[in-house]
């Protein structure tokens, strides 16, 4: 059985900076493509940044210079660095991961709020 579990969410103060993780376990094929993406109440779900297992990345236009996906294959864990929170960015936030047999597999979601 696969896990996705993200954490690191929580309050924080526009301006601030939090960092959230999303860890990887159970039986699970190669994983390809790693995504954070955010839900705010009342919006759709969007992708906030993502990154391959080249480490190439993308980001929404929202987030960019603000933002940093990164990840570390060997713990098949991938962390988003948010810096410069703003109110706008409160939403729960989800991660994503692809395996290379296209297989996907979503966390439960971690609670970012940024308080003006």
């Known amino acids: 059985q696969v896990r996705v579990a993200e954490s690191g969410g929580g309050l924080v103060q526009a301006g601030g900076s939090l960092r959230l993780s999303c860890a990887v376990s159970?039986?699970?094929?190669?994983?390809?493509?790693m995504g954070w993406y955010r839900q705010a109440p009342g919006k759709q779900r969007e992708l906030v940044a993502g990154?391959?297992?080249?480490?190439?990345?993308n980001y929404a236009d929202s987030v960019k210079g603000r933002f940093t996906i990164s990840r570390d294959n060997f713990k098949n864990t991938v962390y988003l660095q948010m810096n410069s929170l703003k109110p706008e960015d409160t939403a729960v936030y989800y991660c994503?991961?692809?395996?290379?047999?296209?297989?996907?597999?979503w966390g439960q979601g971690t609670q970012v709020t940024v308080s003006s």
């Open positions: 159970g039986s699970i094929f190669t994983i390809d493509y």
């Open positions: 990154i391959s297992s080249g480490h190439n990345t």
């Open positions: 994503k991961v692809t395996t290379q047999l296209h297989y996907e597999y």
